[in-house]
DNA sequence: AGCAAAAAATCTGTATACATGAAGATTGAC
DNA sequence: GTCAATCTTCATGTATACAGATTTTTTGCT
């Protein structure tokens, strides 16, 4: 056939990962995704190398291939290190951020702020997840840019747990609110220590949500 | 054979790759490396897939992989994520180190001031990396250690060519120990102040000498 | 009936084979 | 003599084959 298929194995597994149709833990046999997709085992092992180095999917030697989950170590420090990185990405965006940019970050605000009226958890999802890419768009810088996103898309099976928790969705927007003011009138410094805040308390209430499913 | 080919290859290829005997842009020929090595092209072509996420490497379809050569765009952004991470562990290993970390930080700085007292540029390169990356492990966050490792390696082709500029030893050198003050004061803003300008310089002396070199 | 040990089945890691697309060489024309 | 077009060669991408290891199942013993 003709050279397309890893690209498309890798997207198509990407999206089956951060979509929640295969959790952390699973399993992801070879000969069964080979068959599924109807290609060789040696594309699937290539796609399956490519998450493994994006931190989606976890290989062990000998022992297959898993969607990578994470222990509670492991995912503390990773909210830690996309909270500094997207602290960055404020700090930077408020500097330099074009009119282009600005109105990218607007529009997802505002897609935000129709979910949170809706009162529509499945919206509110996907439209932050794009308010925050805007923001690491804003920076300019396409290398930072493009590590903010695979952390952003390493962490998404996690946040999907977390945003049940009630009321979460009207203080991230709140939040966001607050991030956006800052970067508007263009101080880095305070829209970088927001976003800090808005990332690592995702985090915390995570763990705590991790905390209370395993007493039960 | 027994499986340890690939994780071998890929160890071998990436210190080929940053210790420079494999320079940026050259071809990384599947075929002759299969036979260098005495193995099939099976794990060779996995150990570039792994060395292309963690960015030492670029495979193009259709094109083959060649070792990363960074254009002077992405060259500025790299160190510009490089130097945002390292602020950041500065900030946090000056609220977290332990007494170990501080020894191992405080040896790692003893080891280039050696280097810098013996005018020693090949003895100072590697002191200077084992210096950094002992800022990263005194974080606690093995996530961000494991995040700032990776960057370090894949710049550390294009620091080379940099610490041939006249008396920049001693100025990194007397950059670290402002560094290594703030963070033993446990002021985390001027540490992380300090070490992401001491990050940026290298990007922009770089860059002077890569302008310098195409003037040629 | 429960546990342990051995055998069978299965899956990973590596090697090899083959086809398609790309790069280079050779030949022909201007 | 130079440029272009075609053909040849070669490398990549995928498929298939095979060996070793791991896991599961089955069988025998307590």
């Known amino acids: 056939m003709r050279g397309e298929q890893t690209p498309r194995l890798r997207e198509a597994l990407e999206d089956d990962i951060v979509a929640g149709r295969l959790r952390p ?3 992801l046999d070879e000969v069964s995704l080979a068959e599924r997709f109807g290609v060789s085992r040696t594309p699937i092992r290539e796609a399956l190398i490519q998450l493994s180095a994006s931190g989606l999917v976890d290989i062990r030697p000998r022992r297959g291939a898993h969607v990578t989950l994470l222990g509670p170590r492991e995912l503390v420090e990773s909210f830690e290190l996309m909270a500094e ?3 960055s990405c404020a700090r930077l965006a408020a500097a330099r951020m074009s009119a282009a940019d600005r109105a990218a970050i607007a529009a997802a605000h505002a897609e ?3 979910a949170v009226a809706a009162g529509d958890d499945a919206a509110y999802y996907p439209a932050n997840a794009v ?3 805007a923001i690491y768009a804003a920076t300019g810088n396409r290398v930072l840019g493009a590590e903010a996103l695979r952390l952003q898309r390493a962490l998404q099976p996690y946040r999907r747990l977390q945003l049940k928790v009630p009321r979460r969705m009207d203080a991230s927007f709140a939040e966001h609110e607050a991030i956006l003011e800052a970067l508007f009138a263009g101080d880095g410094a305070t829209a970088a220590e927001r976003l800090r ?3 690592l308390v995702q985090g915390e209430r995570f763990m705590s949500l991790l905390a209370a499913l395993e007493e039960a």
Chains 1, 2 share one sequence.
């Open 25 to 27: 833990g699973q399993r």
């Open 85 to 87: 990185i997207e602290a």
């Open 112 to 114: 935000c702020r129709e």
């Open 131 to 133: 308010f925050h890419a």
């Open 197 to 199: 805040a808005h990332v």
